[in-house]
């Protein structure tokens, strides 16, 4: 199993990015899909979640600027990032669970300047 994340990049606070992370085989259709991240001296923290049968959760600090879909014919999970502020700096990490088995991607960087 792959997954691979991209769309990272810099942005200026108040703008937007998309981050995609494309799964190999059916995976984004049968787990539960999540995007995770992970700033410099801190713990990596679930972002965004999306479970097998569709239904989305947030993290506090995310809720109502981010959004996580998926396109399972492209079998890529997405997330759309706007308003974003300096403190949402970190790699960001796809994840993909199902019961006890999991799996992530690579990372990728997302930087906010003020």
Same mark, same amino acid.
């Given at each position: !199993?792959?997954?691979?994340?991209?769309?990272?990049?810099?942005?200026?606070?108040?703008?937007?990015?998309? $981050?995609?992370?494309?799964?190999?085989g @059916?995976?984004?259709?049968?787990?539960? +899909?999540?995007? &995770?991240?992970?700033a410099?001296?801190k713990?990596?923290? $679930?972002?965004?979640?999306?479970?097998?049968?569709? @239904?989305?959760?947030y993290?506090?600090?995310?809720?109502?600027?981010?959004?996580?879909?998926?396109?399972?014919g492209?079998?890529?999970?997405?997330?759309q +990032? #706007?308003? $974003?502020?300096?403190?949402d700096?970190?790699?960001? &990490?796809? #994840?993909?669970?199902?019961?006890?088995?999991?799996?992530?991607?690579?990372?990728?960087? !997302?930087? !906010?300047?003020s």
């Amino acid at each position: !199993v792959q997954l691979q994340a991209s769309g990272g990049g810099l942005v200026q606070a108040g703008g937007s990015l998309r $981050l995609s992370c494309a799964a190999s085989g @059916s995976i984004v259709s049968n787990y539960d +899909m999540g995007w &995770y991240r992970q700033a410099p001296g801190k713990q990596r923290e $679930l972002v965004a979640a999306i479970s097998d049968v569709g @239904s989305t959760n947030y993290a506090s600090s995310v809720k109502g600027r981010f959004t996580i879909s998926r396109d399972n014919g492209k079998n890529t999970v997405y997330l759309q +990032m #706007n308003s $974003l502020k300096p403190e949402d700096t970190a790699v960001y &990490y796809c #994840n993909a669970r199902k019961f006890a088995i999991q799996y992530w991607g690579q990372g990728t960087q !997302v930087t !906010v300047s003020s």
